[in-house]
């Protein structure tokens, strides 16, 4: 399979849940949400399951209820409650990860395709060592003025807009299920990253499944760097 473009999911992708980064910074986010819509956090937290059985995510949920929402206000939100010893105290620089970007085939597209603002973004690519300017584009929720967010099928359009390849050439990669089954409609092939890959059941609806993003390296096209290896197609 000739791939053209890769779009990869940030959060508990590029780097590992086992971090506990998320588990930390969920909490900061959600003092956000709690005060805007004046709520405790045993009532935040039932919205937020209610929002994802909605709308296949708690944010999406947020973005829809906060009509008077300023995506500025949530960006400084974070990046006031989310300090530089906070991002460097839980991920480490990859240098691995940072190589395999880079040895990917320079014809093939490389996006970041997250629902975390643009400042969380490059915040974490910096602690991870990785070069922002390895990829040709960070679509994140400031794309979409926070009106849009995965699994939204319009983020997905836009992916294919942005990079002019056909969705059928994309392989799209990230850690929440709930994500993939739109890119799959559209003709996009899927990785899930699951630290139970191998493990367990996989649905059909995704093309690979991997315990950790390094493991792309298995993708027969994405890099001549890369020796063949059996792949774990299904
Ligand atoms: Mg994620």
């Known amino acids: 399979m000739a791939y053209r473009a890769i779009g990869f999911d940030l959060d508990n992708t590029l780097y590992h849940p086992e971090t506990k980064f998320l588990d930390a910074l969920l909490p900061k986010l959600f003092g956000f949400w709690q005060e805007k819509h004046k709520i405790s956090s045993e009532e935040f937290y039932a ?54 970007l880079s040895e990917i085939d320079p014809h093939i597209k490389k996006y970041i395709v997250t629902n975390a603002p643009l400042t969380h973004t490059h915040r974490s690519l910096a602690a991870l060592g990785v070069d922002h300017r390895v990829f040709d584009g960070i679509i ?16 997905y359009q836009h992916m294919v807009q942005v990079s002019g390849v056909p969705a059928h050439e994309w392989l799209f990669i990230d850690d929440t299920l709930e994500n993939l089954p739109p890119a799959q409609q559209l003709g996009m092939h899927t990785v899930h990253i699951s630290p139970t890959a191998g493990t367990g059941e996989i649905t059909r609806d995704i093309t690979y499944q991997f315990p950790r993003v390094h493991h792309i390296k298995k993708i027969h096209g994405l890099s001549k760097a890369w020796p063949l290896t059996t792949h774990n197609s299904v």
Not at 52 to 78: C, Q, W
Not at 88 to 93: E, K, S, T
Not at 147 to 154: N, V
């Open 47 to 100: 919205m937020d399951r209610a929002y994802k059985k909605i709308y296949g995510s708690g944010l999406k949920g947020f973005l829809v209820h906060t009509p008077d929402l300023d995506l500025r206000e949530f960006s400084l939100h974070l990046a006031h409650q989310v300090s530089d010893d906070d991002y460097r105290q839980y991920l480490r620089p990859d240098g691995e990860l940072q190589k395999i």
């Open 140 to 155: 994140s929720l400031d794309t979409f003025g926070g009106k849009f967010c995965k699994p939204d099928p319009e983020v």
